[in-house]
């Protein structure tokens, strides 16, 4: 089962260096995030994908984040600057985890 994931402009997002490996058809990449919310994420490949592409996202695990497998569309792709990735389908269990992780580093951030 999975979750749709909605109005991604009211999640906060934090700054995290996390290791994420992400496949396009069969390409596979290992790319580190520059941040992360409950919605998405902004990751620094090398390779900029282009608008619309489909990805699959496992992410590393740090302590705090168990291992999470998620699907993802790109919104938004700069040279220099990033990717931009919507969440598409997420487990409803991977979703808390991401939920948990997110909102504990936003308060970390804040403190």
């Not at 069969?26 to 619309?52: H, I, M, Q, R, W």
């Not at 389908?89 to 403190?111: G, Y």
Request: hydrophobic share 35%; proline share 5%; with cysteine.
């Amino acid at each position: 089962m999975s979750t749709m994931i909605g109005d991604r402009k009211s999640t906060s997002r934090f700054t995290a260096s996390l290791t994420v490996a992400l496949s396009e058809g069969a390409a596979n990449y290992v790319v580190e995030t520059k941040n992360v919310s409950a919605t998405g994420l902004c990751l620094c490949p090398k390779k900029v994908f282009p608008v619309g592409t489909q990805l699959h996202l496992v992410f590393g695990r740090p302590p705090e984040l168990p291992r999470l497998s998620t699907e993802g569309i790109v919104r938004w792709s700069e040279d220099g600057k990033g990717v931009g990735v919507e969440f598409t389908s997420i487990s409803p269990d991977d979703h808390r985890a991401l939920l948990r992780f997110v909102n504990s580093q936003s308060r970390d951030e804040q403190d």
